[in-house]
């Protein structure tokens, strides 16, 4: 049922960004001096993304890693923080529940108390999602349930979306990119997943009109393809379904690059297993 | 000499949200001249008044007068006190002899369209649209499929009131559009889900239509957008709730669409 593209071969080995030993890398792309704010950074996709994008942050720059978990975020720092000493880069973790209006404001308010310094780059990275119910169209029959799915998977990106962009209003000499971590289910239909692919069709338009209104601000949905994490667990261990998964740091490095390289129209969706 | 086919949507229990007035009000109206005689309608709104109003119009026409019975449930779809009494009404409304259940998902509201994504930094607010555009929509079609599973001699049709806003962005427009493409996700993923339930997706024009067009003029924030509904209407460009309801009867009856599939207006 599940339609993942696999190649017969093996994946084309991504280019890992080399490690920047602290020489003067002029000649090599970077994401500048930036805030860049991870949702869902705990564990997954996320976490991989905050290990990829820490090498492309200048000094100066300020990480902020937000989910549930205080203890996977603090361990994630720490794993990170030889690097991020050497390159003065500032790494918070920011420990709160965004399915919830106050995890959202406290989010909010960490990243402008970071705003006193100087930045060229808003990089916020809006991954933190939920798989919701996949058994079947009528056991949706629950206003709550339906309500408080679409509350931490849209109104939620909405809300941190908008409110950072009031925190860093688009001015000249500042670079605004905004990443909607997407799915082919939000333009595919899969049957079972209703909650799933309205969540993910509902952001994917959602940030189409930011991308619409904000000339300013690069907008991608990218779309990361099927990957090792507990949320694939969850959905082989419940569909009984069982096909091939991409390691999160590959496609972590392929979003990476996409952004580098900025030749996509803003408000696009992209897809890992097609670039 | 013409012959004309005497075409019908069968004898029908047909539901239909926000029938009190606007598109939801012309829905009632062509759906009572289409119904075999003892179909019932149970038309839902938030408005008592208009539908008791809409109820008396319907039992003094011509359906009326041969055995269409209108039943109406004044309930918020938002709570599931609502939801609940539109299902018991409709389970209490049907009978044996009733060959087809029609369930139009018309209710929905526009959102603030003067305002920008930026301006969304409110939750709650954007839970509330939601939850009236899409959560209730999501919820009371799950519901009627679960009290009226499929059986032998009993077609199901659901009908999702969309909009060209489900697939294109609009500045301005975030709620409006986000919910219009969550809707449409939820009927197209029913669609793939149940092959025997024939899912409509219709796009009755809104967007243009006479009764936003008027409404968005001075509430749209975008000067573009506001440009192009003045423009459109002075050129005549737009429809009425009646000529755009009169395709979706034909659609309806035709019943050759893809179910699941965007029906837009404008291709037909």
Known sequence: ???????SESPTPCNKPTKMSGKNTTNRKTLGRGICIITG?????????????????????????VARSGTLLQELKEEMQSFTDKQQLVVHCVATDLSTKEGVNETVKVARQ???????????????????????????????????????????PLALTAGILQVFPCRSGLRWSVVNVSSVFALQALPSWALYCTAKAARKMMFSVLAEEEPNVKV????????????????QRLTGLSYRLFPCQESAAKLMELLLDNNFASGTQVDFLEV | ?????????????????????????????????????????VLVARSGDDLRALQAELAESEAGRVGLVVECVVADLGQPDGLEAVVRRSQESFSEDLDHIILVN????????????????????????LSLNVTSSLCLTASIL??????????????????????????????????????????????????DLRVLNYSPGEERSLHSSLASQSKTADPTIRKSFSDMFAQGQLLTCEESCAKLMKVLLDDNYTSGAHIDIYDL
């Open chain 1, 1 to 7: 049922m599940l339609d993942y593209k696999s190649s």
């Open chain 1, 41 to 65: 950074a705990s564990k997954g996709f996320g976490r991989a993304l905050a290990h990829e994008v820490f090498h492309l942050l200048e000094p100066g720059s300020v990480l902020l890693l």
């Open chain 1, 114 to 156: 970071e705003a006193v310094n100087e930045i060229d780059h808003v990089f916020l990275i809006n991954n933190a999602g939920s798989l919701g119910d996949i058994s079947g169209f009528e056991s949706l029959t629950d206003l709550e349930k339906v309500n408080s799915y679409l509350s931490f998977n849209v109104s939620s």
């Open chain 1, 220 to 235: 991608l949905s990218y779309s990361p393809g099927p990957l090792d994490t507990d949320m694939q667990e969850e959905i």
């Open chain 2, 1 to 41: 000499m013409s012959s004309t086919e005497c075409r019908d949507l069968g004898r029908a229990l047909c539901i239909i949200t926000g029938a009190s007035r606007g598109f939801g009000q012309t829905i009632a109206r062509n759906m009572s001249r289409l119904v075999k005689p003892g179909s019932v309608l």
């Open chain 2, 106 to 129: 018309n209710a929905a509201s526009l959102g603030d369209v003067s305002r920008y994504v930026k301006s969304f930094t409110n939750m709650a607010e954007v839970d509330s649209y």
């Open chain 2, 146 to 195: 679960q009290a009226f599973p499929q059986c032998p001699g009993l077609r199901r049709t659901v009908i999702n009131i969309t909009s060209l806003c489900a697939l294109q962005p609009f500045r301005s427009w975030v709620l409006y559009c986000t919910g219009k493409a969550a809707r449409e996700m939820i009927f197209r993923v029913l669609a793939e889900e149940e092959p």
